[in-house]
């Protein structure tokens, strides 16, 4: 190990511990009535990218909820952003909710690009119990005025439209692209000159519950555009990880996976997955490249480190005003790492400043992003675990028994309106006004959360961009459509996850009626809700063109 490393360890590892020493300092209130409730979302996280659920980087403030809460290590979201935010607001599966893909309209109702009438969402159920309603951060799932925030529940909001943007202004980032749209409770925000993203999302959530009317409980869905591309940092924390990574990828590959299994996040007899084929050597790579390769991964840490923080300065917030204790406050990722390169022909944006300032445009790419899903396959897009299993936090003083890792129980983000509709006893409804509400097949976690694991089997589904998935109970059915780097994919693979959670060993020549069953299961669910393989797309999109 470097001394550069040493030292930026045990520099950190201080820091972390007088941080978490702070965070847990006790306040004095007296929590009475229906809970608030804090749901968290952040954006492209891996699975090992929270010190609590392994990594090297110093995320002491989440690392608090963790310790004082509920740890869940089987939490499923749909792989994507647009997809997971609106199954987690709608308790739907995202083509019932009209998010089968992205943000565009195919013209078709499962890929409508925004929540559908037949959607409720969390905001709107909780209303029903006379909760105040607050959305801050990204939104992505509905680009036009009927399906921003305030149309769907929300009484107040700051939020950004679309789903990616610089950190420190609102300039465009891609071809034939305005100025990236936010909005303050309906009308227009200009970003400030000190504007940055993860600072000013998590000041103005901070304001909102200052402000709030203790009254009545409160609902906030505090959604980070962090750590997304790109790696903007603010200047004092680019060097915060100087060394850091100047050994590569496997050796942290390696620490975290040690670390998880001393943390007990995985069992440990689990296996690392082996390198993604197209990560290189670190030892083949010139010392110019390592150098690149090595920044990269550092401003990934700083804009954790800034998030960390962010997620400090909200629960500081909640234990100043008297509302901590009284608080049920989630936390998880909308997909696993990401793999992509972002810039290419279709990205304009201004890159001839310092890296991570507001005149570039980084990302830490595939390498890196294989380790953040340590010790899992694949990415953020891709529906092995790798793409869509996130670190789950639950904390809530006095509700949650603090310390605990449920390594048993499933969830998807299907289960968190339910959830919260039963902890605040209300109702999910049939009808709203005129819109016939679709059922939610998500269950409430309310009993997990309360330190009972579920062992029942459950099935879910995915899919997305063709890749598919079901999971029933302990067997999992999957098929990558198209891999990078290695062109068309397809074929069904099947594991079993409590002995295989890595995904190593596929099962289907073994077992190929488990196989045959488990498919079927997925197109009835399929043919269903509206997910359609391509070939099908592409013909329904084409006659609706026609029309």
């Avoid at 909780?126 to 799932?141: M, S």
């Avoid at 903007?232 to 620490?255: K, N, T």
Wanted: charged share 20%; net charge negative.
């Amino acid at each position: 190990m470097t001394v550069n490393l040493l030292r930026s360890t045990w520099l950190i590892t201080c820091t972390a511990i007088l941080l978490l020493l702070n965070a847990c300092t006790p306040a004095v209130e007296t929590a009475t009535g229906p809970p608030n409730i804090l749901l968290i979302l952040v954006d492209d996280m891996g699975y090992s990218d929270l010190s609590c659920y392994g990594s090297e980087i110093a995320t002491p403030h989440i690392d608090s909820l963790a310790h004082n809460g509920l740890r869940l290590t089987q939490f499923y979201n749909a792989a994507r952003c647009c997809p997971t935010r609106a199954a987690l607001l709608t308790g739907l599966y995202p083509h019932q909710a009209g998010m089968g893909h992205q943000n565009q309209d195919k013209g078709l109702p499962s890929y409508s690009g925004r929540i559908n009438d037949n959607a409720t969402t969390i905001a709107e159920v909780l209303k029903q119990q006379g909760y105040t309603t607050y959305q801050v951060g990204k939104w992505h799932i509905g680009n036009t005025a009927p399906f921003w925030p305030g149309n769907k529940g929300f009484d107040q909001y700051l939020t950004l439209i679309e789903g990616a943007m610089s950190y420190f202004n609102a300039w465009p980032w891609a071809k034939n692209q305005d100025t990236l749209e936010m909005r303050y409770n309906g009308g227009a925000y200009h970003t400030p000159p000190d504007f940055f993203a993860t600072d000013t999302f998590s000041d103005t959530a901070a304001a909102f519950i200052q402000r709030h009317d203790r009254a009545q409980p409160f609902f906030m869905y505090l959604a980070y555009s962090a750590p997304h591309w790109p790696l903007h940092v603010r200047p004092e924390d680019r060097s915060l990880y100087d060394g850091a990574y100047d050994e590569g990828w496997a050796p942290i590959r390696e620490a975290r996976l040690k670390k998880m299994k001393a943390l007990g996040i995985i069992e440990p007899d689990v296996e690392l997955t082996a390198p993604y084929p197209t990560v290189p050597k670190w030892d083949t790579l010139s010392a110019t490249a390592q150098s690149e390769w090595s920044d990269k991964m550092e401003l990934y840490a700083a804009v954790m480190h800034r998030l960390d923080l962010g997620v400090g300065k909200v629960v500081r917030a909640l234990r100043e005003s008297g509302q901590l204790d009284n608080t049920l406050i989630l936390f998880l990722s909308d997909n696993g790492a990401c793999p992509e390169d972002p810039l290419g022909p279709w990205i304009t944006y201004p890159t001839d400043g310092e890296t991570g300032g507001p005149y570039s445009f980084p990302a830490y790419e595939l390498p890196w992003a294989n380790v953040s899903n340590t010790p899992f396959r694949l990415f953020k897009s891709y529906l092995h675990e790798g793409g869509m299993r996130t670190p789950f936090i639950a904390h809530w003083p006095g509700q949650i028994p603090a310390g605990q890792t449920d390594r048993s129980s499933v969830g998807h983000v299907i289960d968190v309106l339910p959830t919260l509709a039963s902890i605040a006893n209300a109702t999910y409804p049939a009808l709203l006004g005129q819109r016939r509400i679709t059922p939610t097949p998500g269950q409430s976690l309310e009993s997990v959360l309360r330190g009972i694991p579920d062992t029942s089997v459950r099935t879910l589904f995915w899919e997305h961009q063709f890749n598919r998935a079901v999971r029933e109970g302990d067997w999992k059915l999957v098929s990558a459509h198209r891999l990078p780097g290695q062109g068309p994919k397809g074929e069904w693979e099947l594991y079993h996850l409590p002995s295989d959670p890595t995904e190593i060993n596929n099962l289907a020549e073994a077992h190929p009626e488990k196989v045959e069953a488990m498919s079927r299961q997925y197109q009835t669910w399929a043919d269903s809700v509206g997910a359609y393989d391509q070939a099908t797309l592409k013909q329904l999109i084409d006659q609706k063109k026609s029309q």
